[in-house]
């Protein structure tokens, strides 16, 4: 059975932002779901959470025992929240719930015409986790110019189904990271130099997102993108051909480590 998860949605949202498709004309829309998943155990991903927060369902990384990172638009209402990690199953009480209050945005980022390249937010929890085997984090990439260009990385979330009722657990998802050439044929819009794109035969698609696109480096596990946004470019906008726009982390460092 095909299954579809949604890192992160927004109720209406198409309706909301005034979305069209159409079969001639790409559109951009923030990222939703991921087609043909398989499930994650506990502790695999232990660095991926599910957040909820003014009305948003997202999926966010852990990247210090008390910070989140996550995209921009998920959190822009810059209403608190609460998230959760801990478990790949929802549904057997082992989540640890944690709150949030303070949101850190890029600076650069635009709630209004937003542009993806920004796209990125830095949580701060009201009480750090203990880490362990199945809460812990993903390491940030060591420096701007890691780009990890044909390596192979993991998409993970929680979200709905494709009978529409919410999954009890954690999808994943792997994908090559794509060249910044090829990414840049499919996203060039202003400050789409600071995405990274992974291709699959998974692919995301239309709605709101945050989750992070994370690979084994030196023995770590590092989160080098966050989910932004998805070209609809036909009817099917979960079209695998079209590659996902995840924001480039290694393009933020300095934000990300100024609030660390």
């Not at 909301?16 to 155990?41: E, F, K, Y």
């Not at 995209?71 to 549904?91: I, L, W």
């Not at 796209?119 to 060591?142: F, S, W």
């Not at 192979?152 to 994908?175: C, E, I």
Request: proline content about 5%; glycine content about 12%.
């Amino acid at each position: 059975m095909k299954i579809v998860l949604i890192l992160c949605s927004i109720a209406a949202v198409a309706t909301a932002q005034g979305d069209t498709v159409s079969a001639s004309l790409p559109i951009r829309r923030p990222i939703v779901r991921l087609v043909n998943g398989h499930r994650a155990a506990t502790g695999e991903f232990p660095f991926s959470g599910l957040l909820f927060g003014g009305g948003v369902m997202c999926s966010c990384t852990l990247i210090k025992a008390d910070r989140v990172l996550t995209a921009g638009h998920c959190v822009a209402s810059k209403q608190p929240g609460y998230v959760f990690f801990g478990s790949a199953n929802r549904g057997d009480g082992n989540e640890v719930v944690n709150f949030y209050n303070d949101i850190l945005l890029h600076p650069n980022y635009l709630s209004s015409g937003r542009q993806a390249g920004f796209d990125i937010a830095v949580l701060r929890l009201v009480r750090p986790y203990e880490l362990g085997k199945n809460i812990n984090i993903a390491h940030l990439p060591t420096g701007p110019n890691n780009s990890f260009e044909g390596q192979l990385a993991w998409a993970t979330g929680y979200g709905l189904v494709n009978n529409g009722q919410s999954p009890d657990y954690l999808m994943k998802a792997q994908m090559t990271v794509m060249d910044r050439n090829q990414c840049h044929r499919w996203y060039s819009a202003p400050n789409d130099d600071k995405l990274v794109c992974g291709k699959s035969q998974a692919s995301i698609c239309s709605g709101d997102s945050g989750g992070g696109l994370t690979l084994r480096n030196q023995g770590v596990w590092r989160v080098i993108g966050v989910a932004s946004v998805k070209l609809v470019i036909s009817s099917d906008g979960c079209n695998p051909v079209v590659p996902n726009g995840y924001v480039r982390v290694s393009e933020h460092l300095d934000f990300i480590k100024s609030v660390l």
